[in-house]
């Protein structure tokens, strides 16, 4: 009996086979129990000697299962440590990295520039009256020049999204007269217009304005095309064309040779081969009078950035949409 309880026991490594065993060989049916309860029919003579054996088989089955089950228990918290042990040597995972959308890139490095050049930030808000954002630009309502800016409304009326951050010439002109001007306002602009590859309905601008004696077209020329070549290379060819703004005179736009596709025609470069980034001129007087600073003694040129383009030129981006399309394969490559 023993021999056979034994030799089963040593195979077991379940915490239930370990039951079963006890039922088997310990219960009330098991073989040395049945032995036990039989002693009654037995030969008096016999009893002790048949009872101390069976109790013999009975303590050593119980000791081995006790033993048995410590092993079988031990077994199995060591396959638990096992299975859930952490490898602290192993290299740990990398969380994805974030980056600065592209424009927010060209937009400091533009600031950058101007910083350099002694130009000061200065914010202005993006929701605008309807009087900084036309009539003291030189625009009033019933100019045809209003035209040139398709506008978002708010309900509340006369009051609008900002089409430029021109307004924030009147602005920072207000601010720091008498005192000369040199200031930089970048800024998201909006305008109510078919959307294509050059353009979009919301985008950042950044204004330039300077406001002082002496000031001439010749500073206007020098500071864009030094910021040009600053920002593009040395190398880098720009066109002043004459053009019209109420709110400067004489006016121009800059243009940078498009070299997003070699200038092969696409909807960037379309077939001239330039890209306009910019309006510029020599701020009107009626502005520096609503400014606050008498025309017949200060002077001052103002221009107005186009940073997507401007972004768009650097890495050669084809059509302006990606800006906003939120494509992390686009996004990634910055
Ligand atoms: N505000 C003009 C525009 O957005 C650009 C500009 C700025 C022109 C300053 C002249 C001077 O179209």
Redesign the pocket.
């Given at each position: 009996i023993r021999q056979t309880a034994l030799s089963a026991l040593a195979s077991i490594d379940t915490e239930d086979a370990l039951q079963e065993w006890r039922r088997a060989y310990l219960g009330k049916s098991a073989p040395v129990m049945e032995l036990m309860r039989s002693m009654g029919k037995m030969p008096p003579e016999l009893r002790p000697l048949v009872g101390k054996a069976a109790n013999e088989v009975k303590q050593a089955l119980e000791a081995a299962l006790e033993e048995r089950g410590e092993a079988v228990k031990q077994a199995a918290l060591q396959h638990a440590l096992e299975r859930d042990a952490v490898d602290v040597t192993l290299p740990g995972r990398q969380p994805a990295r974030g980056g600065l959308h592209p424009v927010t890139q060209t937009l400091r490095d533009v600031l950058a520039i101007f910083g350099d050049m002694g130009f000061q930030v200065y914010q202005s808000p993006e929701v605008e009256t309807d009087a900084y954002n036309f009539e003291l630009?030189n625009i009033p309502s019933y100019h045809p020049a209003r035209d040139?800016?398709d506008t978002f409304h708010i309900l509340q009326k006369g009051v609008v999204l900002r089409?430029?951050?021109?307004p924030g010439?009147i602005r920072s002109m207000e601010e720091r007269n008498p005192e000369p001007v040199r200031v930089v306002l970048p800024g998201m602009?909006y305008r109510y217009e078919q959307i294509s590859a050059r353009s979009e309905i919301q985008f950042n601008?950044v204004?330039?304005?300077v406001v002082g004696k002496n000031i001439t077209m010749a500073d206007l020329k020098g500071t864009l095309q030094d910021f040009v070549r600053r920002l593009f290379g040395n190398n880098a060819r720009t066109r002043l064309r004459p053009?019209y703004?109420p709110?400067?005179e004489p006016?121009?736009?800059m243009d940078v040779e498009c070299f997003v596709c070699g200038g092969k025609g696409c909807p960037v470069c379309k077939r001239s081969g330039w890209l306009e980034i910019?309006?510029?001129?020599m701020?009107h007087p009626v502005v520096l009078q609503n400014g606050g600073y008498d025309p017949t003694v200060y002077t001052g040129?103002?221009?107005?950035l186009?940073i997507e383009r401007i972004t768009m030129l650097r890495h050669r981006i084809e059509d302006i949409r990606y800006f906003w399309s939120n494509d992390i394969r686009f996004l990634e490559q910055f």
């Open positions: 630009l040139m800016w089409t430029h951050t021109s010439q602009v601008q204004e330039l304005l053009s703004f709110f400067t006016s121009a736009e910019l309006g510029c001129g701020v040129f103002a221009a107005g186009g």
